[in-house]
């Protein structure tokens, strides 16, 4: 396995994800846990965000006191099915950016096909949080992040909340320098390029769509 991968593993974590595998959840409490794990997964990959102490006072005493400091960080969700990370992702930085890419995978080829590329400016000096639910064969984010380091991109972490072996080796081998946090890592691909139990197609589940 890949050194930079960090596997979150917190009984929460497990127990809202079996809820979300279960083929009778709702997409409604599917979008809803979601969220939530989103929240301890954003705990885990910002562990590192800078800080830098300010001056406050409280209401008995001035002190030094720290808050998170450089250019604001960014958020990327891979379309469509990212954006279920990100809603959490915002819930614990509001002030964060946010970019988008647009990826479909050919069911024939599984290859990714980019139709949308929108992002903030100084990419170069941003933390950048890469987000998408499944990572399967890791074709979509290997894509993404060749992207977003021809805009500049440096500092680039993923979070996913399931990972295929397959996916995990090649987006190390394509990126080593990018960590990946994960909720889980399955079994593995099936033919069609589905993790083996996983939960789906995450933007079906999400929306309601077949
Ligand atoms: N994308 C999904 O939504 N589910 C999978 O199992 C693989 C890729």
Request: contains cysteine.
């Amino acid at each position: 396995m890949s050194d930079n991968l960090i596997h979150v593993d917190h009984p929460l974590l497990k127990h809202k994800l079996t809820l979300m595998r279960d083929k009778n959840t709702s997409s409604a409490v599917f979008r809803q846990l979601l969220r939530e794990i989103s929240h301890l997964l954003a705990y885990e990959v910002l562990r590192e965000l800078p800080v830098e102490n300010v001056t406050i006072e409280t209401p008995l005493k001035e002190m030094q006191a720290p808050k998170l400091s450089g250019k604001k960080l960014v958020f990327v969700s891979i379309l469509r099915a990212g954006n279920g990370l990100l809603d959490g992702m915002l819930d614990l930085v509001p002030s964060a950016r946010v970019g988008h890419i647009g990826l479909y995978r050919d069911h024939e080829t599984l290859k990714p096909v980019e139709y949308y590329f929108k992002m903030p400016d100084n990419m170069g000096q941003r933390p950048i949080i890469v987000v998408d639910p499944m990572l399967a064969t890791g074709n979509s984010v290997i894509a993404a992040i060749d992207q977003l380091k021809k805009a500049g991109a440096k500092n680039i972490k993923f979070v996913c909340l399931l990972a295929a072996p397959e996916g995990i080796k090649a987006l190390g081998n394509a990126h080593s320098d990018v960590e990946i946090v994960t909720a889980a890592i399955d079994s593995h691909l099936n033919d069609n390029g589905y993790i083996i139990p996983g939960l789906g197609d995450a933007g079906d589940r999400m929306y309601g769509t077949k």
